[in-house]
């Protein structure tokens, strides 16, 4: 990250990235952090893009400083293979670092998430921390271990992670379908048992 201007009423991030940048144009959307972004300016090294309130509210952009290591991912395309979960860029919130522990070539990355957040981890489900996919797994007590393997390692900002350090979250998206649904069918059957009991007692 090169800079981020953050006010009250929004901001802007500007991204040094001489490898994407080609391939981008304004309007493009790219995903920072696992935060999905519209692409506002850019020249050949850089790009630029608008935070709004809610960005700003709902992610760790704040905490980030100039040089710090963003994760970046362009928008699957028609006809690309689709591998890991599908990973929308809209944040849930974000968590923070409890530590990252080498095991021989292998690390742990454990992460605790807020309360309201805690409902879409799933033992052997899928996580995004900072717009990586991963696999939860360990779950208590709101941490989320994950197993990071060299590659993602050493293509990540997760090497830079230390304990307390903000990460963007993102659940699931089937699963808040399911409990959308849920909620729904609840709804639904509380408000047909209110009908039924009415119609017993002769209203």
């Not at 400083?65 to 591998?83: D, H, I, S, Y």
Request: glycine fraction near 8%; proline fraction near 3%; hydrophobic fraction near 40%.
């Amino acid at each position: 990250m090169e800079s981020q201007d953050a006010r009250e009423n929004g901001g802007r991030i500007t991204i040094y990235a001489p490898s994407v940048t080609a391939s981008l144009a304004v309007s493009n959307s790219m995903a920072v952090n696992g935060c999905c972004l519209t692409v506002v300016s850019r020249d050949k090294e850089r790009f630029s893009a608008d935070l709004s309130v809610e960005t700003l509210s709902r992610t760790s952009f704040r905490e980030l400083k100039p040089g710090a290591r963003v994760n970046l991912e362009q928008p699957l395309t028609a006809g690309k293979e689709f591998g890991g979960h599908f990973v929308l860029g809209h944040v849930d919130g974000v968590g923070r670092v409890i530590h990252l522990t080498a095991e021989g070539e292998n690390w742990w990355l454990g992460v605790q998430v807020p309360e309201d957040f805690a409902r879409y981890v799933v033992p052997k489900g899928s996580i995004t921390i900072d717009g990586i996919s991963l696999t939860v797994a360990r779950w208590r007590e709101r941490i989320a271990e994950v197993a990071v393997i060299p590659y993602t390692y050493e293509h990540t900002n997760l090497r830079d992670r230390k304990p307390g350090d903000a990460v963007n979250l993102e659940g699931d998206v089937l699963g808040k379908y399911v409990e959308r649904y849920l909620e729904a069918r609840s709804a639904a059957s509380a408000s047909n048992f209110s009908i039924a009991r009415l119609i017993e007692e002769g209203f």
